[in-house]
């Protein structure tokens, strides 16, 4: 069965870290784009980062930009997102998604979440992540 299995997520205090990861079950993400976006209460969901197939290349939304990383290791299948320097404003769910994309995964990330650019993506199941003191 092809899927996506997240891990991660949790509480943590104003200033701490987090790792979230994204592992693909029935299918390699060797032609996969793969993004995290996240859905804060009340809120529409956010591209936070993505990492492209072929050249390794990433994208950073400015609000994470610098504190968030995202790295893939091919070998295990797996995606992580780690998260620095959290912020009270970093609550939410967060999700992977998958993709089948080799260009620059950034042109899937516009400012404004566009469903239609992760069509037939698959997804993670979502980790809440909670930053309070």
């Known amino acids: 069965q092809e899927q996506l299995v997240q891990s991660g997520g949790g509480s943590v205090q104003p200033g701490g870290s987090l790792t979230l990861s994204c592992a693909a079950s029935?299918?390699?993400?060797?032609?996969?784009?793969v993004g995290w976006f996240r859905q804060a209460p009340g809120k529409e969901l956010e591209g936070v980062s993505c990492?492209?197939?072929?050249?390794?290349?990433?994208y950073y939304a400015d609000s994470t930009k610098g504190r968030f990383t995202i790295s893939k290791d091919a070998v295990k299948n797996i995606v992580y997102l780690r998260l620095d320097s959290l912020e009270s404003e970093d609550t939410a769910v967060y999700y992977c998604?998958?993709?089948?994309?080799?260009?620059?995964?950034?042109?899937?990330?516009?400012?404004?979440?566009?469903?239609?650019?992760?069509?037939?993506?698959?997804w993670g199941q979502g980790a809440q992540v909670t930053v309070s003191s």
């Open positions: 990492i492209s197939s072929t050249d390794g290349t990433t």
């Open positions: 998604g998958a993709r089948v994309f080799t260009g620059s995964c950034s042109a899937l990330m516009p400012s404004t979440y566009d469903p239609g650019r992760w069509h037939r993506a698959y």
């Open positions: 029935g299918f390699t993400l060797d032609y996969y784009a």
